[in-house]
């Protein structure tokens, strides 16, 4: 038995190297993520996983199997951006303000994921990761009394 998780890659054929993957975990746990091929057996995850330590930028070591899938080795780099995290309303989600400083997070460089409704993942250029929190936790808490 292997120890890691294992990538299946359902391939649409549209000859692009990013595809959306579904990650299965040993333990019965499993997960749909798009990764990108960035050099043998290397992926870099183009979302964040739940079911892992990997996180949006990461690049991973994956190995091919019989059955077509592939094996996750081990997270080769992290990704160059610092990521925070918040469990936020939908009404605070769908603010002026929040939208605001999303824009500013891709316009910087960096990326954002809303996962489950009200988890919002913020991956930032070390240079705005502090006023990015600032920012969200003050909007936040004026929000919430």
Partial sequence: MTSGPIVHFEFGGDG???RRSRLAYENGDTEQLKLTGVGADLYRLEESSFAGDAVYGDV??????????????????RSNLETQSWILSAEILATEEVQQILDVVTKAGGMWE???????LIHTPASITKTIFDRISNFSSSRNG
């Fill in 60 to 77: 991973i070591r994956a190995r091919g199997t019989p059955g077509g899938a592939l094996l996750f080795v081990k997270i080769v780099e």
């Fill in 16 to 18: 692009e190297s990013t």
């Fill in 114 to 120: 809303q996962a489950f409704g009200g988890l919002l």
